[in-house]
């Protein structure tokens, strides 16, 4: 899913943007860091970058419990750039624009049920000015939906992973 999703913003904001970056998803409470992956085939010269990117964007946010984006504390003469979203996880990539980082975050949210409320995402993009948001998760879900896109293998273990975060977030202690 993530794949096909970042393919679709990446072209939808920056036509001909290879598609590729890490994804980190952090526990919010305490800001320990639950998986990372790369998405795509990085160059060799920017996968480094790409994932201490995605690691400090959801850090930094973890840090601010009352933020919902990395935009909120984005400060590019410190290299903190926007990208990561707080949803039942802080989901954070780095690897496209800062724009396209945050609605494929949102579009990862949302695919899991991490994100049920679309007023949290139109915060989001209120937020950072991501004036292309909504129309790049139209594009990320019809991605996902395609008849001539296959679906990620059921028995990938990020896939497993990922959705047993979302089985746990489902169940009530």
Known sequence: ?????????????????IACGYLSIFDPADGRLL???EIGK?????????????????QRL????????SWQSRDPKEQKWGGAI??????????LPEHADEALCIAIARF???????????VIFELSGNTKGHEALRLAA????????????????????LRSLRVRTNRHY
């Open 142 to 161: 019809y991605a996902n939906t395609a008849s001539h896109l296959s679906p990620p293998p059921a028995d990938s273990s990020a896939v497993f992973y």
């Open 62 to 69: 973890a840090c601010h419990s009352t933020h919902l984006s």
């Open 42 to 58: 990085c160059p060799k010269e920017k996968f480094t970058g790409y994932a201490r990117n995605s690691l400090e964007k959801g």
């Open 1 to 17: 899913m993530a794949t096909y999703a970042a393919t679709r913003i990446a072209e939808f904001y920056e036509p001909g943007r």
């Open 112 to 122: 899991f049920g991490w994100m049920e409320d679309a007023s949290a995402q139109a």
């Open 35 to 37: 998986f990372s992956i």
């Open 86 to 95: 707080r949803a039942k996880y802080i989901v954070s990539f780095s690897g």
